[in-house]
């Protein structure tokens, strides 16, 4: 299945900034599952774009805009196809004993270890108690449960939660985006001593299927190592595993490795943040009209001495 | 207090009367009131100078640091951050025979950790063979994935080196601790030798030391000779040193080595890069910079690519890095090698990459991660040393016999919620020097870090800083604990023995 992509990010400022710099991961990836067929990205005002594949193997693009200005947009375009599912992958399916081995063979710690949003709580080790998880049955079997339970234990809700949020607001309200339900199911297969990590991309949206993340929006999902299966994915927002729905752009230990864009800037103001995603068949004919424009606002800071300093650009959530 | 306060005292030579002989290493005796061969010399000038003298000479030697604004500061007190770092006019000796095998030692070490790094963040064959837990690397958190495959100028990821290393009671020296990332102190070393000089000239002259203060040219020429290859057409590479500010701790220190190098002092709002490429802002315009010493810690370097709240960075300066356009030195995630669990590895990975003996050992380490070790150090807590792994400058730890029941509760409570975060030496008995403290020669324990410089070529400047616990008894000589520092003179050759007669002759003159 082919897919045409877009993704409009844009700054607003007011009054303007100066020297924005900007790493941006939008690229999606090719690999076995999936393959970018092309990709092209203009920035607003014009810059200079570089590129450099970071630790993960995702491709970053970065520029920097020295001079004033009120608005920054990046404009990414792509066209992916992704690969069917293998049908007989559950053949593979290995046991504990079969996994640890190989997880001990090769270099999976940097996806068994804690990292900045997924780490143990007391609330996640409530979770855990909760949902009775241990290590039983099959590794497969037992994630496949696991994604489920997620769903059916969590409630669906925007703006409950923020970017940066940890996962212990999520696991207290039980409910959350995205991003959460990933980072709340990484912390947890990470503790079954499964290697398991977080997959930035986009979701497809049938009109048939009722998914519960909205279009229009980055979407975000893990994916555990499964011995000779490979990493296998699983999306606990939707009660999805891993399809031909899912476009994958990178690949890390969670949302603080992958950000769609990051950046940062000098000068003293309001900004607005606005997102616009698209994702349709390559066949589809061009839908007359665009999903919804996602909008997040902040108030500038008051400290009048923070003109010299560098300011964090917002972030997307991954919904 | 001074002896002239106290009328009721008659000697007025400064004595030895209340110097202690410790079971651990005396610098200066071999048995009580023999003194070393390479000491006799300056025995015998400090029976024979008076001791009104010696005071004054220390109260000179004291304005000089207060004139020349020689501070350190030190965190976490709320009275006065900035001190006069605390200096002592007895220096510490060291034979040129001895020095031989700490500049070999030291070369070898930092030669093989240069290795160690180029490979945990390249093909990871020490991590492979298993020498060294992968587990131990990833969970250090100094440990920068962001170096993964990127390649630094001539691979040196160290290039200035600063190693403690202490006297153990048989007279031989350990390595206690590398200091790989930003060490500091170096300036202290220049400024004890140039108030030394002017102390005792004449003492200086005749016994032979190497000199010292070539050290900013040293550096200066190191930092040069690791220009980016992308750069090396320009005849001239500009290089600054770059400094978090006024509040650092060692502020005074970095403004010390930019006028004596003659670069430019920068802090990070100085800096902005473009296309990969970072540029000083100067009064003339921008200005293309080649080769940064920094001295700002890697988490701070860049709120981009690091921690996104420093304000103390520069934004995009990872990717000029990456893109070869610049050179940082000390290289980024250096961090991971002297991590004090890791640092239990270093006698095994100089075998690993040069097959070579360690020259100087290290002292003896407990991994808490290791379980028969954990039980053994917690059954013995007040006779152990317990360290914070990723912590320097004597923060973060526990000295067993100097710690109270609570103390050790605590800490007991850490090391068992964090074991990875803590490792655990038996209390080292570090060698005993001569001080003078308040007129009179009392014994007080000392280290030394020596510093490395790594570029084209290895460079050692002969001697380093001696540190001394000024607080009778204690064993922690950090500035930031109470610490001072003395001169510290390696000879140039043998012993000091054949000038003993020509220096003799100096204090009939004198006296």
Wanted: include cysteine; charge should be negative.
């Amino acid at each position: 299945m082919a897919y045409s992509v877009r993704h409009i990010t844009r700054f607003r400022y007011e009054p303007a900034v100066r020297e924005s710099v900007m790493e941006v991961r939008l690229q999606p990836r090719t690999d076995m599952r999936q393959r970018c067929l092309s990709f092209s990205l203009d920035v607003t005002p014009r810059a200079n774009i570089m590129v450099y594949r970071d630790f993960f193997g995702n491709a970053v693009h970065h520029f920097d805009i020295p001079g004033q200005h009120e608005v920054v947009e990046v404009a990414a375009q792509a066209i992916v196809e992704v690969l069917p599912p293998t049908p007989s992958l559950a053949t593979y399916a290995c046991d504990w004993e079969e996994l640890d081995e190989r997880v001990a063979e090769g270099d999976y710690w940097e996806m068994l270890l804690p990292s900045h949003f997924a780490r143990p709580t007391e609330l996640l080790e409530k979770l855990r108690a909760e949902l009775k998880l241990r290590r039983q049955g099959n590794p497969l079997e037992l994630l496949q449960e696991l994604n489920t339970e997620l769903y059916e234990s969590f409630e669906y809700a925007p703006n409950t939660t923020k970017v940066d949020s940890p996962i212990d607001d999520a696991l207290e309200a039980r409910r959350g985006v995205c991003q959460d339900f990933a980072h709340i199911m990484i912390a947890l297969v990470r503790q079954l001593k499964i290697p398991c990590r977080y997959v930035s991309g986009y979701l497809y949206h049938e009109d048939k299927v009722k998914d519960r993340s909205p279009a229009g929006a980055t979407h975000a999902w893990v994916e555990a190592y499964l011995g000779e299966m490979g990493w296998v994915a699983f999306d606990p927002t939707n009660n999805l595993p891993g399809c031909e729905r899912h476009i994958r752009v990178a690949v890390g230990r969670d949302y603080a490795d992958v950000p769609p864009t990051r950046g940062v800037y000098k000068g003293e103001a309001a900004s607005e943040l606005s997102v616009l995603v698209s994702v349709a068949p390559i066949d589809a004919p061009e839908p007359e009209e665009l999903p919804p424009v996602m909008v997040i606002r902040s108030k500038p800071l008051n400290s009048a001495s923070s003109l010299a300093l560098d300011h964090q650009q917002q972030q997307q959530q991954q919904q | 207090m001074t002896a002239t306060a106290q009328p009721s005292r008659i000697r007025v030579q400064p004595s030895f009367v209340r110097y202690q002989y410790e079971t651990a290493y005396d610098e200066m005796f071999s048995a009580p009131g023999v003194p070393r061969e390479h000491y006799q010399a300056l025995h015998r000038t400090l029976l024979g100078m008076p001791q009104e003298e010696l005071l004054k000479r220390q109260q000179a030697a004291d304005l000089t640091f207060l004139h020349e604004g020689i501070t350190f500061t030190v965190y976490g007190s709320k009275e006065g951050t900035e001190k006069i770092f605390p200096n002592d006019l007895v220096p510490r000796i060291i034979p040129s025979i001895e020095w031989a095998k700490i500049e070999k030692g030291l070369t070898q070490r930092l030669t093989a950790l240069n290795m160690f790094l180029r490979d945990i963040y390249h093909e990871g064959r020490i991590l492979s063979e298993g020498l060294i837990p992968r587990e131990l690397v990833y969970s250090c958190k100094h440990f920068r994935r962001e170096m993964r495959g990127l390649n630094v100028p001539r691979d040196t990821y160290v290039s200035i080196c600063g190693t403690d290393l202490v006297r153990l009671p048989d007279g031989s020296f350990a390595v206690l601790e590398d200091n790989l990332r930003v060490p500091s102190g170096v300036s202290y070393m220049l400024a004890n030798r140039k108030v030394l000089k002017r102390v005792f000239p004449t003492m200086f002259r005749d016994y032979g030391v190497w000199p010292v203060d070539h050290y900013p040219q040293a550096l200066l020429a190191t930092l040069r000779s690791l220009t980016p290859e992308n750069c090396q057409y320009r005849q001239d590479p500009t290089t600054i040193l770059l400094t978090p500010g006024v509040s650092n701790s060692a502020y005074f220190e970095h403004t010390f080595l930019a006028q004596q190098m003659g670069i430019e002092l920068v802090e990070g709002r100085d800096l902005l890069v473009h296309d990969n490429v970072v540029y000083m802002r100067t009064t003339a315009g921008l200005r293309r910079v080649d080769v940064i010493y920094r001295r700002v810690d890697d988490d701070f370097l860049d709120p981009l690519c690091f921690r996104p709240d420093s304000i103390l960075g520069v934004p995009g300066l990872f990717n000029a890095y990456r893109a070869g356009n610049v050179t940082l030195a000390n290289a980024i995630g250096t961090g991971v090698a002297d991590d004090k669990a890791v640092y239990a590895y270093v006698p095994e990975i100089i075998k690993f990459y040069l097959n070579e003996e360690a020259i100087l050992p290290n002292v003896p380490t407990f991994l808490m991660t290791n379980g028969k070790h954990r039980n053994h150090v917690l059954q013995n807590l007040e006779k152990m040393v317990v360290k914070a792994v990723g912590e320097s400058g004597g923060y973060g730890m526990l000295i067993g016999p100097h710690s109270t029941a609570q103390q050790r509760e605590e800490f007991r409570a850490r090391v068992l919620a964090e074991p990875r975060n803590y490792i655990a030496q038996p209390t080292l008995s570090l060698s005993c020097a001569p001080c003078l403290i308040d007129g009179e020669v009392e014994s007080r324990h000392i280290d030394l870090r020596p510093y490395i410089l790594m570029g084209e070529k290895v460079t050692l400047v002969p001697g380093g800083l001696t540190r001394v616990a000024l607080r009778k008894g204690s064993l922690v000589v950090n500035s930031s604990q109470g610490g001072g520092s003395k001169d510290t003179w390696v000879l140039r050759e043998g012993n000091g023995e054949d000038r003993v007669a020509k220096i003799t002759s100096f204090e009939r003159k004198a006296g």
